[in-house]
């Protein structure tokens, strides 16, 4: 008996593990269990498929393995940068959109404790950095600054490159969260780097591999203290035993994901729109709906209609998606990133992200607008009852 599959709309949040990735995995799990850090074949077995993945990484994000730190994790890997390379400056201005992770604005807001001055840079009301407003926090001359490449709700794409390099201009070390790019749309290190880029975080489990491996890329003259100290693993800037199979995954899926970038960008594309036509038939708003998004990334609210609700409903009609973001679910404010926005806090209670992955079809996009057709109809029904 076959258990009941919901159809999984939630690929922002995590991915399902890629079959050839399981593989590569599977045997670094059982006899192959040597710690890298060993002297003996199993050592070496070990630390030779970690340099391995390290490459594999490195090549798929247009990098040298050299620049690739291994973590945890995406927050981890944010943290490491924040946190890191603060520590190697004296105290100044940290500059970071208002609409980052929470694994950056975290850590930022932690430095003030340390006599650094935390400046969030302003975004439009389609989610892109304020030109106005980034320009005002260079004349600051921010020795940290942090922008997205993507954002993990809207879907809004930043033009990184060009705002790399205004702010290596001011003098600024310049990171960007890619977590939620890799596999979506190209991404080449190198390229960022060159116009005034200093460091990158991607992570595994969003490219279908393995949750618990994710790096940091990193410009080898930016000094980071280790926020780990140990045994000196990674360069001596993160020390813990390497998780041997996830990193071994994380190598395998970040080959596929550069492998199949364009595909994916143009199948997700066709499939978004698909969804966006239905959404706007039932009078749904798509946010930032003017700005450049991800192929597959579409939040949306609807008049009247409490997005948690609409999300427990869905779920319970077999559709998994996310109301704001899965990292902050426990947090029944509006989203941050709406309110950077300037959106009603009304209208952003409403908001539902769907964003799509590998396993979707054109059956899942109908079978879900079919879906929120009937269930919004069963809460406005309700509303008008109470009204």
């Not at 890619?178 to 190209?186: I, N, R, S």
């Not at 460091?199 to 994710?214: D, R």
Request: with cysteine; charged share 20%; proline share 4%.
């Amino acid at each position: 008996m076959s258990m009941f599959e919901p159809v999984y709309l939630d690929h922002n949040a995590t991915t399902p593990l890629d079959p050839a990735v399981r593989a590569a995995m599977l045997p670094w799990f059982d006899g192959l269990c040597g710690n890298a850090s060993s002297r003996h074949e199993y050592g070496r077995r070990a630390r030779q498929a970690i340099d391995e993945a390290r490459q594999r990484v490195a090549a798929a994000l247009g990098a040298h393995p050299t620049e690739v730190l291994f973590t945890s994790g995406g927050s981890e890997a944010n943290n490491l940068f924040v946190k890191g390379a603060a520590a190697s400056l004296r105290p100044g201005v940290v500059a970071v959109s208002a609409i980052e992770h929470p694994c950056v604005l975290k850590p930022a807001a932690q430095l003030v404790r340390q006599g650094w001055t935390l400046r969030e840079i302003a975004v439009d009301g389609a989610g892109r950095i304020d030109g106005g407003d980034f320009a005002a926090v260079l004349q600051l001359k921010p020795k940290l600054l942090s922008v997205m490449l993507a954002n993990n709700e809207t879907g809004v794409v930043q033009d990184v490159a060009a705002l790399a390099a205004a702010a290596r201009a001011a003098g600024a070390w310049t990171h960007s969260d890619a977590v939620q790019v890799f596999g979506k749309l190209p991404i080449d290190f190198r390229t960022l780097n060159a116009a005034g880029l200093h460091a990158l975080t991607v992570s595994a489990h969003k490219i279908n591999g393995p949750k618990g491996a994710a790096a940091l890329l990193v410009d080898k003259r930016i000094e980071l203290q280790p926020q780990i100290a140990g045994g000196g693993h990674e360069r001596g800037l993160r020390s813990g035993t390497e998780n041997v199979p996830a990193i071994v995954g994380f190598g395998i899926a970040a080959e596929l994901a550069a492998q199949r970038v364009a595909q994916t960008a143009a199948r997700l594309a066709a499939l978004k729109d698909s969804l966006e036509r239905g959404l706007t038939e039932l009078g749904a708003s798509i946010f930032a709906v003017d700005a450049r998004r991800l192929p597959n990334t579409s939040y949306f609210a609807i008049a009247g209609i409490d997005g948690e609700t609409l999300v427990g409903k869905l779920d319970r009609e077999g559709f998994a998606v996310a109301s704001g973001a899965a990292c902050s679910s426990a947090n029944p404010e509006p989203s941050h990133v709406l309110r950077a926005m300037g959106v009603a806090p009304e209208i952003a209670r409403g908001a539902v992200r769907v964003s799509l992955g590998n396993d979707n079809g054109d059956a899942d996009v109908e079978q879900f607008i079919n879906a929120l057709q009937v269930t919004v109809g069963r809460l406005q029904g309700l509303t008008a009852v109470t009204a």
